[in-house]
């Protein structure tokens, strides 16, 4: 069964940062692509950042481009998201989730995913 425990959530000031953490079990870790979407409320999911399993190209969504850095350690099973920069608009719950990835061949700032995600993590950012 897949798990993904995700953490590291919270309330911080504009500007601040916030490191996500998503521990992974139930699967071979290595060979998916694994992320991070967000989905605030009254919108729809936002494709926020995704590691290729295949050549380990990183994909971050237009809005947090410059300001996320997305990571994993594949001996832990683990893949961050690290947030500087905050601002109000990224407030939103935060979920790791596998198999995602551009939706065409030239990467237009879309993510998607189409596996299995955890419970999320809220991130509030105050103004």
């Known amino acids: 069964e897949v798990q993904l425990v995700e953490s590291g959530g919270g309330l911080v000031q504009a500007g601040g940062s916030l490191r996500l953490s998503c521990a992974a079990s139930?699967?071979?870790?290595?060979?998916?692509?694994i992320g991070w979407f967000r989905q605030a409320p009254g919108k729809g999911r936002e494709g926020v950042s995704c590691?290729?399993?295949?050549?380990?190209?990183?994909y971050y969504g237009d809005s947090v481009k410059g300001r996320f850095t997305i990571s994993k350690d594949n001996a832990k099973n683990t893949v961050y998201l690290q947030m500087d920069n905050l601002k109000p608009e990224d407030t939103a719950v935060y979920y790791c989730?596998?198999?995602?990835?551009?939706?065409?061949?030239?990467?237009?700032?879309?993510?998607?995913?189409?596996?299995?995600w955890g419970q999320g993590t809220q991130v509030t950012v105050s103004s």
């Open positions: 989730a596998t198999d995602c990835g551009p939706t065409t061949h030239q990467f237009n700032g879309v993510i998607v995913f189409w596996g299995s």
């Open positions: 139930g699967f071979t870790f290595d060979e998916h692509a």
């Open positions: 590691i290729s399993s295949y050549d380990g190209t990183i």
